[in-house]
């Protein structure tokens, strides 16, 4: 069974032009959430998905950055005309559908590390 | 803000037993306590959780006291590979993970 998938696993963006990060959640898995970590800091909650549906986005940014999780297809975090300031790497992790108990383990992604010159 | 106290940095030699200690001590009554590892970089590395019992995989063990205000992870056989940073972290299901600074694992040889 494999793991969560992400890629690219770097991405070279130029300031202005656009990030697409992708992640393919576990098999089976139809929670996905994105989480940031900027140089020498720790991560950074952004955004939790379920299939078709953005649960909490309390972490995105307002301007530039969006993510979806369409019914077929991985996950996107899409960022906008990006700026040096987005250099990050960028993580996603994914959790099964539904829970009995309040028990529920998110599995990590390798990340994408995001270069903006 | 993480609701976990943890010691910046801690050293162990190899082949020894590696504690970490963890102090939640406003944990909720349902609320897990998950350990987490970030090493170099890499993405996090779910490590185990608990809610109140003591717990054990093939990679470590957790200790919960009975209180469950603090906890300690303990790596019996730790290795280079061990080094790492450590997540202590609580939380419920579905909800998003809130990471401190961690404890960052020195394993000397």
């Known amino acids: 069974n494999a793991g969560v998938m992400q890629n690219p696993r770097h991405l070279v963006r130029r300031r202005g032009q656009e990030a697409r990060l992708r992640c393919s959640p576990m098999?089976?898995?139809?929670?996905v959430y994105w989480y940031r970590q900027l140089p020498e800091e720790g991560l950074k909650f952004m955004v939790y998905?379920?299939?078709?549906?953005?649960?909490?986005e309390s972490g995105m940014p307002k301007e530039r950055f969006s993510a979806e999780f369409p019914k077929e297809g991985p996950s996107i975090l899409r960022i906008q005309q990006v700026v040096r300031g987005d250099s990050a790497a960028y993580f996603c992790?994914?959790?099964?559908?539904?829970?009995?108990?309040?028990?529920?383990?998110?599995?990590f992604g390798p990340g994408t590390r995001l270069l903006v010159l | 803000d993480a609701k976990t106290t943890q010691p910046p940095s801690m050293d162990c030699a190899e082949g020894r037993a590696a504690n970490l200690p963890c102090n939640h001590s406003?944990?909720?009554?349902?609320?897990?306590v998950y350990w987490y590892r970030q090493i170099h970089s890499q993405g996090p590395q779910y490590i185990i959780h608990?809610?109140?019992n003591n717990e054990t995989n093939e990679m470590a063990s957790l200790i919960i006291t009975e209180d469950r205000k603090s906890s300690t992870l303990i790596l019996p056989h730790a290795t280079l590979r061990d080094t790492a940073v450590y997540y202590c972290?609580?939380?419920?299901?579905?909800?998003?993970?809130?990471f401190g600074k961690g404890t960052r694992l020195h394993i000397l040889p």
């Open positions: 992790a994914s959790s099964p559908p539904g829970y009995i108990t309040e028990e529920e383990t998110q599995y």
């Open positions: 098999k089976g898995h139809s929670h």
């Open positions: 998905l379920q299939k078709e549906n953005i649960i909490d």
């Open positions: 406003t944990i909720s009554g349902n609320e897990y």
């Open positions: 608990g809610l109140k």
């Open positions: 972290i609580v939380r419920v299901g579905g909800d998003k993970i809130i």
